[in-house]
């Protein structure tokens, strides 16, 4: 064989190995490429415009479909698109720009947020300039006929059945506009933070109560503490790409969303990992969601919080503009999550950061907020009435009282037995601590007013509230029933706006 043949054929069999190489890797890719399109994409995607900051969306249903993603952007591109998953075939896009044309797509995908179908084609929307003249006061409804409410010992019952239909929300007088809007404030504890305390259950034997105790209150906007950007683990404890806030939103189902989707403030927000810092307005545990068949959105963001050491966790109030559907009524709605840790004696800087981050997170709050709409300001702010050595005063409290905002229970400083300038009509189990560290027995502070609170939900002087809960489900001895949601009990308003144009 020559020289010549010889390189011929030795280049013969690399363009072989090659080939083989690349057909490889082609069918190494063809089961993804099925994967996506193992369904076919939604058809009929519909779009139209009800306000300046909203879009109705609907599409036809695929068959055995699980749940959908809602892929929108001011971009015929889709860049910097925003997304949306929902179980029905319609949804509301919310939080919108005013006369903003928008491009809509559409696919499948399974309940972890996998593609099961190519995106439809898109359809292109333009959101209304201005809102309507008659959604800006919109007839009231007629008031229901009131339902007694439970007595502060509720008899023990089975966990509340989800579908269950809800109390009917009472009118104030007979005259009050619309129905008193229900807010709750709730520190879930983060899903992989377990302390392995008697009582206290993962974040999959607990969450379906935490579920059950926001459904059972008939709620409108919930402002949520510790519901983790993290990603989940299985059982083998290996991580998969679904945070604990969108786990808790995907089973509320319905009508219910967040303010803001994002995880973290990166290009690429899913994952902290190689993150390219962006602000995606993502507020990391502290989050908003809210039942959009009852309030609109109008406007959301963040506001990173000020910290002591660079190991310090991230803190955030985020904060929400409002519109209540039955009676157009806007608010300002808030939530935050203070820092927890305790000074070592002869120290301060922990209890002065409390106060700090108070100060910021007014401040952002009162800076969005030009039109000077009532607020409801929520949150774990980590500090009670009660002096402790890492923390001699209530700092937060007193810092959201000089701004003009007050305490409906009137948990004034070491306070047991009164309750100056408090504002609530009727009180339900305020004698409850709102910390319960999973402890099968509820404190025993029947004697008092108020329990000890850490968590807290703050008003305008404008709002009334007639009502305010500690939300526990007892049993006739005092004993928590069922599983325990979680170390803080769920506090609960409902409130009456004020007017607003």
Wanted: net charge positive.
């Amino acid at each position: 064989m020559s020289v010549l043949a010889a390189r011929l054929t030795t280049t013969s069999w690399r363009l072989l190995v090659i080939i083989a190489l690349l057909a490889t890797s082609l069918l190494a890719a063809a089961p993804a490429q099925q994967a996506d399109a193992a369904m076919k994409s939604p058809s009929g995607l519909k779009a139209s415009s009800k306000s300046s900051t909203t879009l109705a969306v609907s599409w036809s249903a695929v068959s055995k479909a699980p749940r959908y993603r809602v892929q929108y952007s001011t971009s015929s591109k889709m860049t910097s698109a925003k997304y949306q998953r929902e179980t029905s075939t319609r949804t509301t896009l919310t939080g919108l720009a005013p006369g903003k044309t928008y491009y809509l797509k559409v696919r499948v995908i399974d309940s972890s947020g996998k593609n099961l179908s190519s995106y439809s084609k898109a359809v292109k929307v333009k959101t209304l300039t201005s809102d309507p003249t008659s959604t800006g006061t919109p007839t009231p409804a007629p008031t229901p006929t009131p339902t007694p409410r439970p007595s502060a010992t509720p008899t023990p019952s089975a966990s509340p059945t989800p579908s269950a239909s809800p109390t009917p929300r009472p009118s104030t007088s007979p005259s009050a506009p619309g129905q008193p809007l229900r807010v709750a404030s709730y520190n879930i504890k983060c899903a992989n933070c377990n302390s392995h305390l008697p009582n206290e259950g993962t974040w999959e034997e607990r969450r379906q109560a935490v579920v059950d105790t926001i459904l059972g209150q008939d709620l409108d906007v919930v402002g949520l503490q510790e519901a983790g950007q993290a990603w989940l683990k299985d059982a083998n404890g290996k991580s998969f790409s679904l945070s604990q806030f969108e786990d808790l939103t995907n089973r509320l189902g319905g009508s219910w969303t967040l303010t803001n989707i994002n995880r973290n403030n990166c290009v690429k927000s899913t994952t902290p990992s190689s993150c390219v810092y962006k602000d995606q307005g993502a507020s990391q545990d502290t989050k908003i969601i809210f039942d959009r068949s009852k309030v609109e959105m109008l406007d959301q963001g963040s506001k990173h919080l000020p910290y002591v050491n660079e190991d310090d966790n991230d803190r955030y109030v985020a904060w929400a503009q409002f519109r209540q559907r039955s009676t157009g009524n806007r608010f300002m709605f808030a939530s935050t999550h203070l820092e927890p840790k305790k000074d070592a004696e002869g120290e301060t800087k922990y209890y002065d950061l409390r106060k700090r981050q108070a100060e910021v997170a007014i401040d952002a709050v009162t800076a969005h907020n030009p039109d000077g709409l009532p607020v409801v300001f929520v949150g774990d702010f980590n500090s009670s009435r009660f002096a402790h050595s890492y923390s001699p005063t209530n700092a937060p409290y007193d810092v959201l009282a000089k701004n003009g905002l007050i305490d409906p229970l009137g948990a004034g400083w070491s306070t047991t037995k009164t309750a100056p300038g408090a504002t609530v009509v009727t009180r339900i189990n305020t004698w409850v601590d709102s910390f319960n560290n999973f402890n099968r027995a509820v404190n025993n502070h029947k004697q008092w007013i108020n329990g000890s609170y850490i968590d807290y939900i703050f008003v305008s002087p404008t709002i009334k509230v007639p009502e305010w809960e500690t939300v526990v489900k007892m049993d006739e001895y005092g004993n928590f029933v069922g599983q325990i949601p979680s170390d803080h009990n769920m506090i609960r308003a409902s409130l009456v706006l004020p007017k607003t144009s």
